[in-house]
DNA sequence: CAGTATCCTGATTGATACTG
DNA sequence: CAGTATCAATCAGGATACTG
C-alpha cells in the first residue's frame, strides 16, 4: 500500500495538519531553495562561495536565510574560521544526512522524468 | 555514497541549474501545497471536497492551482461527471503514483522527527 | 570572502460574491 | 457540489548596495 496522508493518520492522527510540528519542517524543507541547499550538502562541507555556485541561481539573501533555518533546525553546521580574508563551512549534522537520504529517491526522480514531464507540457498547446 | 547534487551532475552535467528542467517539475513538486496534495491523493482517488479537507489550511483557489498545475504534468487525472450536483474526482496517473512512491520518504521521516526539530528549536531562546 | 541592510515586486491568502 | 472572479492585505522572495 502507498504511503498516503490517510496511511500517516492512520498511525498518527491530525499528521500534517496546521498544527502538527510536521507542516512546520516540511515548509521549511520544501521552502524554494530547502532540497536544492540540502541536495548540495549532501555530498559533504562546503563554503559559502561554493555553496552559493551549487545552488544555481540563489541569492544571498535566500542562501543566508536558508541556512538559519536549517542552522535553527538542527540540519546544517556553520563552521567559521578566524581568518584573513574569512572562512566559513556548511555542513550536514547527522540528522540532516538523514534527511538528505530521505530527499535523494526525490531528486533522482525528477531528473529521471523532468524531459517527460517538461516536453508534454509543451506539446499541449 | 550520499545522492547529492555533485553526484548527479557528475553523471548528467547542468542538473537542476536554472536552465534545466528539473527545476521546473521540482518548483511544482515543492510548491507550497504540492507534497500535500500528491501525498493526499496516493491514497487514491477523491472528489474535490474530499481533498480539500485532507489537505489541511489550503484555499479553494490554491487547490484549484496545484491540481492545474499537476494536471498539465499529467501527474494528476481530473474526472468530471455530468451528473447533479456535480461529482469530480482526482486520481494519480501511474506517473503521478510513481512520484508519490518518491516522496514517501520525506513524508515518513518528517513526521519522526519534526517533535525532535520542532522542540530544539524552541529550546533555543 | 562572507555576509547584512534596504527597498521593492510578486506570490499567496482571506473574504466575499457569484455560477453551472 | 465544484468551482471561478475580484479585491485587499500580507509576506516570502528578488535586486541592489554596502561592510567587517
New binding site residues.
Given amino acids: 500500500m502507498a504511503v498516503s496522508l490517510q496511511v500517516l493518520r492512520a498511525q498518527q492522527p491530525g499528521a500534517l495538519t496546521t498544527s502538527c510540528p510536521g507542516r512546520v519542517v516540511l515548509d521549511h524543507v520544501t521552502?524554494?531553495?530547502g532540497v536544492l541547499v540540502l541536495g548540495a550538502l549532501a555530498d559533504g562541507t562546503l563554503?559559502?562561495?561554493?555553496l552559493r555556485r551549487e545552488v544555481d541561481?540563489?541569492?544571498?539573501?535566500?542562501l543566508?536565510?536558508t541556512l538559519?533555518t536549517f542552522e535553527a533546525d538542527g540540519l546544517v553546521e556553520?563552521r567559521?574560521y578566524p581568518e584573513v580574508?574569512?572562512?566559513?563551512?556548511?555542513l550536514l549534522t547527522p540528522l540532516g544526512e538523514d534527511l538528505a537520504e530521505a530527499i535523494a529517491p526525490l531528486l533522482t526522480w525528477v531528473l529521471a522524468h523532468a524531459e517527460e514531464i517538461v516536453g508534454r507540457r509543451a506539446a499541449q498547446r
Avoid: H, L, N
Avoid at 47 to 50: F, Q
Avoid at 57 to 62: H, N, T, V
Avoid at 85 to 90: G, N, T
Fill in positions: 521552502s524554494k531553495w563554503r559559502w562561495g561554493e541561481g540563489i541569492s544571498e539573501k535566500m543566508a536565510s538559519r556553520r567559521a580574508p574569512p572562512r566559513v563551512e556548511y
